[in-house]
């Protein structure tokens, strides 16, 4: 309900990741009644991920790292001014004034986070010298790589190595110059360091430390020349700055807000600055003279933000800064007191392998009870347990050298969910601790996912996605919860195990299967959840007409008569027309079959033309004129292959460098007729203008100057995904093979109605994992899915003409068995020229 | 009630052949006309073989689409009871007394039916 008074006017100055927390907070908490919330934002774009930026230039867009969906925003009430930059704060006249205009506050929160520093350098502001911190930024660099050969980044911490990873992901030469003598000096000692660095120069990134640039001047071979304290230079065509942020601290500057030594503005526990009216979140706040430049912290300022302006509780009290990371690949972990130069008198374990490259170090009280610090290279799979005996200070093992040891020299001692206290925090991000999932659990989540949508745990950066789900699965098992995946009353089996049965038994029937491995106390039917899902496991598996007597009891109404019910009870006819490309000829019969049985013609989202209202008894002469003419059942009714959209291409758009209809056809050919847990949508642009959406399909590709770009797992409809980057520049062999072993996989493994987004987003390893599958063969079976999906694309047949040839099945197709009439309750009113359900 | 209008309710409520064993589909439905005291009426005839009643004669109209589909629904057991789904909104109906499962409120009608050899007859 809204507030009876004048809501007061809440400016939010700031539209990164913590500033839209905080929006998000205001949303979920129900701040909208007291507070018209505006938010300005000084990029383009609206709030996006940062922590995964490079990922800019693998694939990903800004669509796809935004942090809402586009109407996020104006459907909860708050209006987001991007593009906007805040100029001044006039405290007197109580308005925030931006280029555009004068805004009235009563409260403001400064989210500015902050800015790149460049170290002051003759010669910094050169063209080609840039900054790594915004998708402006990155468009940048992309466009400067294009006229470079190699680049360098000044700065070897995080930002610099993550910055040397996008420019890697340019195909540039990279080297990386770090003023400290080791790479990461605030998270690695020497040791880690020196590791860190072959791990780095293995990947061919040149590393150069303890260097202090002098001046950048003209190069003799490439743009510039960095000039170092001993006269030693270095050529480059591009130089991205990355040695450290800087709080964005203007704003509170001008204002007079008070200001820390080395800047930041000061805030209390409350988050409020000088000013009790401003608060300042993030990067750009200083708390107890520090400045937290993590995520995780910025959040639990936000809900410290959150309370101060709707008079609760939470305070800020500072944050753990632990944290892990995966820098070019290499994990990198720093766990409290890494370095052990806080805690006089701690003792210090190191494990070293220079051979598997692996470093660990714990730092340990004086008494050896406590964990101080940690810190990993190369192998972060100690990582969680370390920071549980960390963070909720739980005393160490007897030997605690036991926890950075190898495992093979003896069982390491991991640290189950049951030893964690209540009050270990799972998620920092969105600070969920063990006893908020207890409650969530007690509260009646019965599986991973009820919990994550209750808690939000492991939606922030998904550093806990594994301890979370060690921890829901320990707490169902502890409360006697068996996790019930059995598809229905009929079968004690998920789908997938459904799935592995018929193939090792070879089990050919419903009737069968639910013999032999149906429940005992049910008589032998099943329902319309089990028939169906093994009406198209069997089909995935032997591929026999849908339509043959042992299998046409088990189908969907759809499925049965091959055409899509619709609401009145007459059906949509849905001929296949591959890739899109149809004849003028076709086009005409499609037409004259749709005049002479009154059928509604619309053209479908998947680049093919459905014919609506045709009465049952109608459906096999239909079928008859249009397989006469050519046609063949798309299957527009099947949870099975669907549609391949295609953009022209090369044959005849400009901008195209593949065939994308050519190869669009190829592949509706190959994988019609393919029954799989739901329908699945492919899409094929010929250049990355990407005029065939495929980014929103399960299979998504775009071609490339050397091949086509794989992507999967995306989707349009009520929940959009975009599909993610799986593999670059394939040959049409191996983009088939690829897609091969990527359907088949799916149909294994995924639940009954599962799309191919949902199915990833619950694989376990994510991407990750399914490219060890398919690309690596880690499990060992691309050889048997490939020669799966070839049986099912050589024993392919159209289903409408094997019915159409056999009078048994036509039987089906009346309307009533003892009459010729058709169902005089379907009345059809005319509209626009054609018929539609009255 | 007079005897000639006695005579008339007994014609009409007579048992009538609908069709024979061949029409049929095992396990599934199929649909047919039958003369009721209401008029012609549109019956979804299921047959499972096998089991202890074999045939089940229930409205072909959906009450919750008013479709004219029931007899193109999955056929299954719930619970213990032979049910249909229905093909548009996936309700369950009870084959033998054709009640919804999923709302008690609502009931299809049903017929008496059995084979006499191969012909199905319906009790209208």
């Given at each position: 309900m809204?507030?009876?008074?004048?809501?007061?006017?809440?400016?939010?100055?700031?539209?990164?990741m913590?500033?839209?927390?905080?929006?998000?907070?205001?949303?979920d908490?129900?701040?909208?009644?007291?507070?018209?919330?505006?938010v300005?934002?000084?990029e383009?774009?609206?709030?996006y991920?940062?922590?995964?930026l490079?990922?800019?230039f693998?694939?990903?867009?800004a669509?796809?790292l935004?942090?809402c969906?586009a109407d996020y925003?104006a459907t909860?009430?708050?209006?987001?001014?991007?593009g906007?930059?805040?100029?001044?704060i006039?405290?007197?006249?109580?308005?925030?004034?931006?280029d555009?205009g004068?805004y009235?506050y009563?409260?403001?929160v400064?989210?500015?986070?902050?800015?790149?520093f460049v170290?002051?350098?003759?010669?910094?502001?050169?063209?080609?010298?840039?900054v790594?911190?915004?998708l402006?930024?990155?468009?940048?660099?992309?466009?400067?790589?294009?006229?470079?050969?190699?680049?360098?980044?000044?700065?070897g911490g995080?930002?610099?190595?993550?910055?040397?990873?996008a420019?890697?992901?340019?195909n540039?030469?990279?080297?990386?110059?770090?003023?400290?003598s080791?790479?990461?000096?605030?998270?690695?000692?020497?040791?880690?360091?020196?590791?860190?660095r072959?791990?780095?120069?293995a990947?061919?990134?040149?590393?150069?430390t303890?260097?202090?640039?002098?001046?950048?001047?003209?190069?003799d071979n490439?743009?510039?020349?960095?000039?170092?304290?001993?006269?030693k230079?270095?050529?480059?065509d591009?130089?991205?700055?990355?040695?450290?942020?800087?709080?964005?601290?203007q704003?509170a500057?001008d204002?007079?807000?008070?200001?820390?030594?080395r800047g930041?503005?000061?805030?209390d526990?409350?988050?409020?600055?000088s000013?009790p009216?401003?608060?300042a979140?993030?990067?750009?706040?200083?708390?107890?003279?520090?400045?937290?430049?993590?995520v995780?912290?910025?959040?639990?300022m936000?809900?410290?933000?959150?309370?101060?302006?709707?008079?609760g509780?939470?305070?800020?009290?500072?944050?753990?800064?632990?944290?892990?990371?995966?820098l070019l690949?290499?994990?990198?972990?720093?766990i409290?007191?890494?370095?052990?130069n806080?805690?006089?008198?701690a003792?210090m374990?190191?494990y070293?392998?220079?051979?598997?490259?692996?470093?660990?170090?714990?730092v340990?009280?004086?008494?050896?009870k406590k964990?101080?610090?940690?810190?990993?290279?190369?192998?972060?799979?100690?990582?969680?347990?370390?920071?549980?005996?960390?963070?909720?200070?739980?005393?160490?093992?007897d030997?605690?050298?036991?926890l950075i040891?190898p495992?093979?020299s003896g069982?390491?001692?991991?640290?189950?969910?049951g030893a964690?206290?209540?009050t270990?925090t799972?998620?920092?991000?969105?600070n969920?601790t063990?006893?908020?999932?207890c409650?969530?659990?007690?509260?009646?989540?019965?599986?991973?996912?009820?919990?994550?949508?209750v808690?939000k745990?492991?939606?922030?950066?998904?550093g806990?996605?594994?301890?979370?789900?060690?921890?829901v699965?320990?707490?169902?098992e502890?409360?006697?919860?068996?996790?019930?995946?059995s598809?229905?009353?009929h079968?004690?089996f998920?789908r997938q195990?459904?799935y592995?049965?018929?193939?090792?038994?070879?089990i050919?029937t419903f009737?069968?299967?639910?013999?032999?491995?149906g429940?005992?106390?049910t008589h032998?039917l099943?329902?319309?959840?089990?028939?169906?899902a093994?009406?198209?496991?069997l089909?995935?598996?032997?591929?026999?007409?849908i339509?043959?007597?042992?299998?046409?009891?088990?189908?969907d109404?759809n499925?049965?008569?091959m055409?899509n019910?619709?609401?009145?009870?007459?059906?949509?006819?849905?001929?296949?027309?591959?890739g899109?490309?149809i004849?003028?000829?076709?086009l005409?019969?499609?037409?004259?079959?749709?005049?002479?049985?009154?059928?509604?013609?619309?053209?479908?989202?998947?680049?093919?033309?459905?014919?609506f209202?045709a009465?049952?008894?109608?459906?096999?002469?239909?079928?008859?004129?249009?397989?006469?003419?050519?046609?063949?059942?798309g299957?527009?009714?099947?949870k099975s292959?669907r549609?391949?959209?295609?953009?022209?291409?090369s044959?005849w758009?400009?901008?195209g460098?593949q065939?994308?209809?050519?190869?669009?056809?190829q592949l509706?050919n190959r994988?019609k007729?393919?029954?799989?847990?739901?329908?699945?949508?492919?899409?094929?642009?010929?250049c990355?203008?990407?005029?065939?959406?495929?980014?929103?399909k399960?299979?998504?590709?775009?071609?490339?100057?050397n091949?086509w770009?794989?992507y999967?797992?995306?989707?349009?409809?009520?929940?959009?995904r975009?599909?993610?980057l799986?593999a670059t520049d394939?040959?049409?062999?191996q983009?088939?093979?690829?897609?091969?072993?990527?359907?088949?996989?799916y149909?294994?493994?995924?639940?009954?109605l599962?799309?191919t987004?949902?199915w990833?987003?619950n694989?376990?390893?994510?991407?990750?994992?399914?490219?060890?599958?398919?690309l690596?063969?880690?499990?060992?079976?691309n050889d048997?899915l490939?020669?799966?999906?070839q049986?099912?694309?050589?024993?392919?047949?159209?289903?409408?003409?094997?019915?159409i040839?056999d009078?048994?099945?036509l039987?089906?197709?009346?309307?009533?068995?003892?009459?010729?009439?058709?169902?005089p309750?379907?009345?059809?009113?005319?509209?626009?020229?054609?018929l539609?359900p009255? | 009630m007079?005897?000639?209008?006695?005579?008339?309710?007994?014609?009409?409520?007579?048992w009538?052949?609908?069709?024979?064993?061949?029409d049929?589909?095992?396990?599934?439905?199929?649909?047919?006309w039958?003369?009721?005291?209401?008029?012609?009426?549109?019956v979804?005839?299921?047959y499972?073989?096998?089991?202890g009643n074999?045939?089940f004669?229930?409205?072909?109209h959906?009450?919750?689409?008013?479709?004219?589909?029931?007899?193109?629904?999955i056929?299954?057991?719930?619970k213990g009871a032979?049910?249909?789904?229905s093909p548009?909104?996936?309700?369950h109906f009870?084959?033998e007394?054709?009640?919804?499962l999923?709302?008690?409120?609502v009931?299809l009608?049903?017929?008496?039916i059995?084979?006499?050899?191969?012909?199905?007859?319906v009790?209208?």
């Open positions: 809204m507030s009876s008074k004048n809501p007061e006017q809440l400016i939010i100055i700031g539209n990164g913590v500033g839209h927390h905080l929006v998000e907070q205001l949303v908490n129900g701040a909208l009644e007291r507070y018209q919330v505006t300005f934002g000084e383009r774009h609206r709030a991920d940062r922590v995964h490079s990922e800019y693998s694939g990903r867009d669509d796809s935004a942090l969906e925003y909860s009430g708050v209006e987001l001014r991007t906007e930059a805040v100029i001044e006039d405290r007197s006249a109580h308005e925030v004034v931006t555009q004068r009235p009563d409260r403001i400064l989210a500015t986070g902050s800015f790149p170290p002051p350098i003759p010669g910094n502001d050169r063209e080609g010298c840039l790594y911190r915004t402006d930024d990155l468009d940048a660099i992309q466009a400067a790589a294009e006229n470079a050969t190699n680049g360098v980044v000044v700065g995080l930002l610099g190595l993550e910055a040397a990873n420019l890697r992901g340019l540039l030469d990279t080297a990386v110059v770090e003023f400290a080791r790479l990461m000096p605030m998270q690695v000692d020497n040791e880690g360091g020196e590791l860190l072959e791990k780095i120069e990947l061919g990134v040149q590393v150069l303890e260097r202090a640039t002098q001046r950048i001047e003209d190069g490439s743009h510039h020349r960095m000039v170092f304290q001993d006269d230079v270095l050529e480059t591009l130089i991205v700055f990355s040695a450290g942020i800087r709080p964005r601290d704003l500057r204002c007079d807000l008070e200001i820390g030594e930041g503005v000061v805030v526990d409350q988050c409020r600055t000013d009216a401003i608060l979140i993030g990067e750009v706040a200083l708390w107890n003279q520090s400045i937290f430049g993590l995780a912290p910025g959040y639990q936000a809900k410290a933000a959150l309370a101060t302006l709707t008079d509780d939470t305070r800020f009290g500072g944050a753990d800064m632990s944290t892990k990371l995966k690949g290499v994990d990198v972990g720093s409290g007191d890494a370095h052990g806080q805690n006089p008198g003792r374990f190191r070293l392998d220079p051979l598997t490259q692996v470093y660990r170090k714990m340990v009280s004086s008494d050896g964990l101080l610090g940690a810190m990993l290279v190369g192998d972060n799979s100690a990582y969680d347990t370390l920071l549980q005996y960390y963070a909720n200070r739980i005393e160490l093992p030997e605690p050298a036991s040891l495992q093979s069982a390491a001692p991991t640290l189950g969910p964690l206290p209540e270990a799972i998620c920092s991000c969105h969920v063990k006893g908020d999932i409650a969530t659990i007690d509260d009646g989540a019965v599986d991973l996912g009820g919990v994550k949508d808690t745990a492991s939606t922030g950066c998904g806990c996605t594994a301890l979370l789900k060690s921890v699965d320990h707490e169902l502890a409360r006697g919860v068996e996790v019930d995946k598809i229905c009353e079968f004690a998920t195990e459904l592995d049965i018929v193939r090792v038994e070879g050919k009737s069968e299967l639910i013999g032999k491995h429940k005992q106390d032998c099943g329902c319309d959840i089990c028939k169906p093994v009406a198209s496991i089909a995935s598996c032997f591929n026999e007409p339509t043959d007597a042992a299998h046409v009891p088990l189908q109404t499925d049965t008569f055409a019910m619709q609401k009145n009870g007459t059906y949509s006819v849905v001929p296949r027309v591959a899109g490309e004849t003028p000829d076709k005409i019969v499609l037409g004259e079959v749709a005049k002479k049985y009154d059928l509604y013609s619309k053209v479908t989202g998947g680049q093919r033309i459905d014919l209202g009465r049952l008894e109608d459906l096999p002469d239909i079928w008859g004129e249009l397989i006469e003419a050519g046609f063949e059942t299957h527009a009714y099947g292959l549609t391949v959209k295609s953009c022209v291409g044959t758009c400009r901008y460098v065939d994308s209809v050519g190869m669009a056809i509706e994988y007729g393919l029954r799989s847990p739901h329908k699945i949508k492919f899409g094929v642009s010929g990355t203008r990407e005029c065939a959406e495929a980014q929103s399960d299979i998504g590709i775009i071609a490339t100057e091949g770009n794989l999967v797992c995306g989707n349009g409809g009520m929940r959009p975009h599909a993610e799986f394939l040959d049409d062999e983009l088939y093979r690829t897609i091969d072993r990527f359907l088949m996989f149909v294994r493994t995924a639940d009954r599962q799309r987004s949902v990833r987003e694989l376990d390893g994510g991407l990750d994992y399914l490219k060890e599958v398919i690596e063969d880690s499990l060992g079976i048997e490939e020669r799966q999906m049986t099912v694309v050589d024993t392919y047949q159209c289903e409408w003409a094997d019915a040839s009078p048994e099945k039987k089906r197709f009346r309307s009533f068995v003892n009459d010729d009439r058709p169902d309750s379907i009345i059809m009113t005319s509209e626009r020229g054609q539609r009255a | 007079t005897a000639t209008a006695m005579k008339k309710e007994m014609d009409t409520m007579a009538q052949k609908v069709c024979t064993k061949v049929l589909v095992e396990f599934s439905g199929v649909a047919a039958l003369e009721t005291a209401d008029g012609p009426a549109q979804a005839i299921f499972l073989p096998g089991q074999e045939l004669a229930l409205d072909h959906d009450p919750f689409s008013n479709a004219n589909v029931i007899a193109r629904g056929v299954g057991d719930l032979a049910v249909v789904a548009i909104y996936k309700q009870r084959l007394d054709g009640q919804c999923e709302d008690e409120d009931k009608r049903t017929w008496k059995e084979f006499k050899g191969d012909e199905v007859w009790e209208g």
